[in-house]
């Protein structure tokens, strides 16, 4: 599913037009990221936990010259899904 085809469903289960719909989702989406840019994390309950990640500086290697290079520190999304969503994938109830 690609976030066109959420905005329909969405306007189809509701009682929203398409551009409201829209105006939802991506107000949605913008602040999952603004929360996780300030180091917050997002609880969705029966669905996941969305929170960051540090991956520490370490020494790499350049795969077409083989030559090491330093890939500093970064931070990485993770997402932990929920039991419900584990339930839902491994046909558990």
């Keep these: 599913m690609i976030k066109s085809e959420l905005i329909e469903r969405l306007a189809q289960v509701s009682r929203l037009s398409v551009n409201d719909s829209k105006i939802v989702v991506d107000t949605i989406f913008d602040t999952i990221v603004q929360t ?3 180091g917050g994390r997002v609880e ?3 669905f996941g936990i969305l929170s960051l990640k540090t991956r520490k500086a370490r020494m790499g290697r350049n795969p077409k010259t083989g030559e090491q290079v330093f890939v500093g520190e970064k931070r990485v999304p993770y997402f ?8 839902a994938l491994n046909g558990k109830k």
């Design 36 to 38: 996780l840019v300030n």
């Design 80 to 87: 932990k899904p929920g039991k419900a969503v584990l339930n």
């Design 44 to 46: 969705l309950r029966n």
